[in-house]
């Protein structure tokens, strides 16, 4: 296997989950795959190459995920707090992206705004990893849909609902996720807690070309009905007012037998944790046969693994020789610029659909 980055044409980062187009998506998920049969047969940072892991906010599964993953691949990885750096204390975040670039293999940063990620994207010379903002949640939707190939062999044409707060990063990702992978994705949320409409609408798009569709549905009942998979989040993130309020207006659509026993038969269910028993998700599913959470807890490790690899090993080898430094969030032309030909689905963000070939009942 490759064992350093020479030879890097093109930098590419991923900064959301349409980023990659369905058959670069397709790629990682192979990779992926690959790297958990053979987890130390990949080494593109062997020297080793240091890969700067930021966190503006708590986190166990990423944290470790990262550390673990970027040793794996022969690397070191290095784990700066916001606190403890100071960038925390006004350091504008493209000169930290200046300095870390010329000594840093890869970024992987979870912070806030999206609009914090793609600023350190744009000055940065080497690939940055949205490893978690307010909006999306890329790198756990590849673990999910890891986790969906390997329990049903395959993306396309599964029925994704998820349950809950429809306008987190969770919510968001799943859309754009689940829509480039050729799923049927439906959110089930009240009103208050709706997706972006541009999210909707981006990933209705995405669909159209896919064979996927989108959905936002107020009924829980009606979203479980069929669905291959059930999804959930916690209902109060971090720095989140509220809770009981919010508590009170999303308990209609926690994850319960009762609402599993509407989906099809043989459904499983996910959470990207850490779970809150009995509050979105009940402890006899969590913790049931047909719960797959810690094989998705498990497959963030292997899922970024084989993103940092394609990332520095593969993507970008025939880009063009003037693309410069920051230039590349994502794929082919019509995919990074949104349009895609032949593509014009909407969604209503109160309810209904949005696709181009229709949901599978």
């Known amino acids: ?46 020297g080793p190459q240091t890969v700067a892991v930021l966190f503006d906010k708590h986190s166990t599964r990423t944290r470790i995920s990262f550390a673990v993953g970027i040793g794996e691949l022969g690397g ?21 992206a200046r300095i870390l670039e010329r000594q840093v293999g890869a970024i992987v940063w979870r912070t806030s705004g999206q609009e914090r990620i793609e600023a350190m994207a744009s000055a940065s010379s080497v690939p940055v990893v949205n490893a978690l903002t307010d909006e999306f949640h890329p790198c756990q939707i590849l673990a999910d849909l890891q986790t969906v190939r390997e329990h049903f062999g395959r993306t396309a044409g599964i029925t994704l609902a998820y349950f809950g707060d429809g306008a987190n990063n969770m919510a968001h990702s799943y859309l754009l996720g689940g829509a480039v992978a050729g799923m049927h994705v439906r959110v089930a949320a009240p009103a208050g807690y709706l997706p972006d409409p541009e999210i909707l609408r981006r990933a209705g798009e995405v669909a159209a070309q896919t064979g996927g569709s989108v959905a936002v549905l107020a009924d829980p009942a009606e979203a479980a009905a069929g669905a291959d998979v059930l999804a959930t989040d916690t209902w109060v993130s971090m720095g989140q ?30 959470h990207c944790l850490p779970a809150y028993r009995d509050l979105e998700i009940s402890a006899e599913v969590l913790d049931g046969p047909q719960s797959l959470v810690w094989d998705q807890a498990e497959n963030r490790l292997h899922a970024q693994k084989a993103l940092l690899y394609w990332l520095v090993a593969v993507a970008g080898r025939d880009a063009p020789p003037d693309a410069g430094p920051g230039s590349g969030s994502s794929g082919d032309g019509s995919w990074r610029d949104g349009s895609l030909d032949g593509a014009s689905a909407g969604g209503d963000p109160e309810g209904g659909e949005a696709s181009g070939g229709g949901e599978s009942p």
Request: no cysteine; net charge negative; aromatic share 6%.
């Open 76 to 96: 070191l990885p290095l784990i700066l707090d916001a606190g403890s750096s100071q960038m925390g204390r006004g350091e504008s975040i493209e000169d930290t």
């Open 241 to 270: 007012e509220g809770k009981e309020q919010r508590i009170a207006d999303l308990m209609p659509y926690q994850v319960n037998a009762a609402l599993v026993s509407r989906a099809a038969p043989g459904a499983v269910v996910l």
């Open 1 to 46: 296997m490759p064992s350093n980055l020479a030879g890097q044409a093109h930098v590419r980062h991923f900064l959301k989950d349409d980023d990659l187009s369905p058959a670069e998506q397709a790629q990682v998920l192979d990779l992926a795959e690959t790297v958990k049969k053979d987890r130390y047969g990949y080494r593109p940072f062997e």
